[in-house]
């Protein structure tokens, strides 16, 4: 998945619309995604995410990321 595809599966999550529960870690490990795939949308959206959750969702959410990342679900550029 590129950049744009994660931040509209991001907004899925974020609002729960598409068949997506709304669930705010999920947005935010997409947004993180999406940001990392080059997204400035996706960047604008972590940031407003991060200041209606807990330190401790964040944390879940960058882990979640990790783990899509080493399991090969996102490639990262080299």
Known sequence: MDGDALFKLG??????QGGCPMDRVSAHMIFNLA????SVEARVYRREMSQEMEREEIAEAQRAARRW??????QLAA
């Open 35 to 38: 940001a990392m795939k080059g």
């Open 11 to 16: 907004l899925m999550y974020s609002t729960g």
């Open 69 to 74: 990342i080493d399991a090969g679900v996102v």
